[in-house]
């Protein structure tokens, strides 16, 4: 199973990005999928998430109203929007995904399977 992450990159503050994650998994509808991100020298966090329903979506408060998750099935594809960036924003961002049911907290960091991240970096 691999998960790979692109469109990271540099981008001045209030600026946007769309990042992408496709997946080579078996079923991939099958699976809740999420964004998280880490920053220098902290921890790991949740930034949103899409489960197998395509309305079913969750987003980390920081990133309300400015971040969109949507996902393709078709593609094997999560695509995270990313618009009016903060310098804040400023992390490493992970795709990963999970054999999910309705009762997992999709905000914990017990996905099964994760991509090797892109960098995004906000300038002010």
């Known amino acids: 199973v691999q998960l790979q992450a692109s469109g990271g990159g540099l981008v001045q503050a209030g600026g946007s990005l769309t990042l992408s994650c496709v997946a080579s998994i078996r079923s991939f509808n099958n699976y809740a999928m999420g964004w998280f991100r880490q920053a220098p020298g902290k921890e790991r966090e949740f930034v949103a998430s899409?489960?197998?329903?395509?309305?079913?979506?969750d987003y980390a408060e920081s990133v309300k109203g400015r971040f969109t998750i949507s996902r393709d099935n078709a593609k094997n594809a999560v695509y995270l929007q990313m618009n009016s960036l903060k310098p804040e924003d400023t992390a490493v961002y992970y795709c990963?995904?999970?054999?999910?049911?309705?009762?997992?907290?999709?905000?914990?960091?017990?996905?099964?399977?994760w991509g090797q991240g892109t960098l995004v970096t906000v300038s002010s």
């Open positions: 990963a995904a999970k054999s999910a049911t309705i009762l997992d907290n999709l905000k914990k960091l017990n996905y099964d399977y």
């Open positions: 899409i489960r197998r329903s395509y309305t079913n979506t």
